[in-house]
């Protein structure tokens, strides 16, 4: 799996410099399956999260679901802190939350320590945007 994970990140960024990185997400995702399929779904996700939220959450979920069905737990944590920023970006705070706690589980039971990184600062940061500081210190 890491072999196809390196490769599928070698072809997208051979072809990020030709057009743009959408465009080139959505012509890679045509031809792609298994864990390369969560791997493009993910920065879809994360490509679209400012233009487009709405189809942000739908790559994300569909990353997710795929992340889930071939088991890749690292994958599954980013893409959980990813669709917590999207409806943080939108102003849905406890959605936001409940995304980071999910992302929060995953990287404790399955010792992704990047991940957990991640979802503390971005837990932290919603407390700090409902002015919740001492929450918010324990986050970040």
């Known amino acids: 799996m890491?072999?196809?994970s390196f490769l599928v990140l070698i072809f997208l960024s051979v072809n990020?410099?030709?057009?743009?990185?959408?465009d080139s997400l959505l012509n890679l995702l045509e031809s792609v399956t298994d864990t390369a399929r969560v791997i493009v779904l993910k920065e879809l996700c994360w490509e679209t999260r400012y233009s487009h939220p709405s189809?942000?959450?739908?790559y994300g979920l569909q990353a997710l679901s795929l992340a889930r069905q071939f088991e890749v737990y690292i994958e599954a944590a980013e893409i959980l802190n990813f669709l917590g920023v999207?409806?943080?970006n939108v102003g849905d705070h406890a959605t936001a939350l409940e995304y980071f706690f999910s992302a929060q589980?995953?990287?404790?039971?399955?010792n992704i320590d990047r991940s957990l990184a991640y979802t503390f600062n971005n837990i932290g940061d919603i407390y700090n945007l409902e002015k919740?500081?001492?929450q918010?210190?324990?986050?970040?």
């Open 55 to 58: 189809d942000a959450l739908e």
């Open 16 to 22: 990020v410099f030709s057009q743009g990185k959408t």
């Open 136 to 140: 918010a210190l324990e986050y970040e």
């Open 105 to 110: 589980r995953v990287a404790e039971e399955y």
């Open 132 to 134: 919740n500081y001492a």
């Open 2 to 4: 890491r072999k196809l």
């Open 86 to 88: 999207i409806h943080r």
